[in-house]
């Protein structure tokens, strides 16, 4: 009956939701988002309208976002409600697009057409301004995987996400054509779909393994070509991460409790390096008008003859706080800074503040973040670098800007203490790999609690200080000036290529479901 099935479909939906979020940490099983996605694109086979679509969309997106998100929670169950919601209707709308793709005849351009439309939407998240949002994309589950990532580096990290719904998408319709499953089983197709079902997917596995190899090749060449860089070449940088807990808005006691164990950790560095660097809001006060603070941390500088990059804050107009990285020179100056341009809606600022007064009873800061004025490059020992802060690691729009300002290496810090002990710290920490390849850069990520390290342009972690461990790394980068494929042509080709596929396979579905009506 109609019922029974649509229960069964919605019980396919929910699995599949549940072992996609296995896939991410805190589990972190990579593989299992193989195993998700073919459960999904077979349930959405299952539908035979928009709205049954819908609802298959929505209760995977609840129960993939839902646990995926759940350490929102600590600002209160409503925000982490809403942000599930907001992040559920986007899948929900792709359930409804993805069920007109049933009536395509042609499996090539039905396993094409999903591709594509999830790649789309995947871009729509992490473009929608103030809440956009990118945890949760399908690559970011391959961050282990080396092979794959390199696609990264040519079509950027979306391009990652197109080969897997391919292939899944094929796998389902190849399912759904020869299994005999009775619960799920769809009505009899005819021996020429099947057919063509089984060469989309063997095509597909063609596909995808000839972007496995090469990647595999990529990988290993540019990593043994890392590994054969002479040493007088790298730029030497030592990171810091201290791993202290802070309170959401610091106390003074909790303030000098970090700027002592960064003060501390860092005399154990040895003196030469090029660059040093602690994380985001290292010390949480106006560092450069707190003399005391200031003037130890240029000692600093000065003692260990390097530049150093510390997070603080300073004074912005209108009463609000600029979250900054502050560069002191070799001989104890502040001579750069960068203030971090995008912020994090609720978390670093909230819109009409006076009026929303219901929202004092969550764990929001009592102030206001403002945005600096925009990205920069900085220079240290005649090298250029990128520095981004925290959540704008999530958006690779900002590495490619400041690649193509000219930055050799990227810089990006993070602050996670309001997520200590969840595993919103080990989903962060995986981000920057992709961004790493995107850009072919060397990406130095420091750390309040982890992870902190250095990672290759072929997305090799190095020098990782673990999640919750106090400690100083020092690591050679090196400086790289051409632009990466990705950073030359940006998404433009595969959003192109999107929308054709998209066009393509759904003027076929709507012609079919005319025919089907009349």
Not at 52 to 78: C, D, K, R
Not at 195 to 222: D, E, Q
Not at 424 to 432: K, L, N, Y
């Amino acid at each position: 009956t109609g019922a029974s099935g649509q229960g069964k479909t919605t019980l396919l939906a929910a699995i599949a939701g549940l072992v996609m979020f296995a896939a991410f940490p805190p589990l972190d099983i990579g593989s299992l988002a193989w195993v998700a996605l073919p459960l999904l694109f077979f349930a959405f086979a299952k539908c035979s309208t928009g709205r049954w679509g819908m609802l298959t969309g929505a209760v995977f997106g609840v129960l993939f976002y839902g646990p995926l998100l759940f350490y929102l929670s600590a600002f209160g169950l409503t925000p982490w409600l809403l942000v599930v919601l907001l992040e559920t209707a986007f899948i929900t709308a792709l359930g409804y697009l993805a069920v007109q793709l049933n009536a395509v005849e042609r499996p090539l351009a039905r396993s094409a057409g999903l591709a594509a439309l999830w790649v789309l939407f995947e871009y729509l998240r992490a473009h929608r301004g103030a809440v956009s949002f990118t945890l949760g994309d399908v690559y970011l589950s391959q961050w282990s995987q080396p092979a794959l990532l390199q696609l990264a580096g040519v079509g950027g990290s979306h391009l990652i996400t197109f080969v897997m719904v391919l292939l899944s998408a094929a796998l389902a319709t190849v399912a759904g054509a020869w299994l005999p499953v009775a619960p799920v089983r769809e009505v009899e197709l005819e021996t020429l779909f099947r057919r063509k079902a089984a060469r989309t997917l063997l095509g597909c596995y063609v596909i995808f393994f000839a972007c496995f190899f090469w990647g595999n090749w990529i990988y290993r060449t540019g990593s043994k070509l890392v590994a054969s860089l002479p040493e007088h070449t790298g730029f030497s940088v030592a990171y810091v991460q201290a791993a202290v807990p802070l309170g959401h808005t610091a106390s003074q006691e909790e303030t000098r409790a970090a700027a002592e164990a960064y003060l501390r950790l860092s005399e154990t560095i040895p003196t030469g390096n090029d660059l040093v660097v602690w994380p985001e809001t290292a010390i949480p006060a106006f560092l450069e008008l707190n003399e005391e603070y200031r003037t130890r941390v240029a000692e600093v500088a000065r003692k260990k003859t390097s530049y150093l990059l510390a997070g603080g804050t300073e004074p912005a107009p209108g009463g609000k706080i600029y979250n900054t990285q502050f560069l002191f020179d070799p001989h104890g100056r502040i001579v750069d800074r960068y203030r971090k341009v995008h912020l994090v809606l609720f978390g670093e600022y909230v819109p009409w503040r006076k009026q929303l007064r219901f929202l004092e009873r969550f764990p929001i800061r009592p102030f206001d973040y403002a945005p600096g004025e925009g990205y920069k490059v900085m220079q240290a020992g005649g090298m250029k670098f990128g520095p981004l802060i925290c959540f704008e690691s999530f958006f690779p729009q900002y590495t490619r800007k400041l690649c193509k300002l000219g930055a050799e290496f990227l810089v990006i810090t993070t602050s996670d203490h309001w997520a200590r002990g969840t595993y919103e710290v080990a989903q962060h920490s995986r981000v920057e790999i992709f961004r790493a390849v995107e850009a072919r850069r060397f990406v130095v990520r420091v750390a309040t609690e982890g992870e902190s390290m250095v990672i290759t342009p072929f997305g090799s972690p190095q020098g990782v200080l673990e999640i919750g461990e106090q400690g100083v790394q020092c690591e050679l980068v090196y400086p790289l000036h051409f632009l990466s494929t990705y950073h030359r042509w940006g998404d433009a080709p595969l959003l192109v290529l999107c929308c054709i596929l998209w066009l393509v396979a759904f003027a076929p579905s709507q012609a079919g479901r005319g025919r089907e009506s009349a």
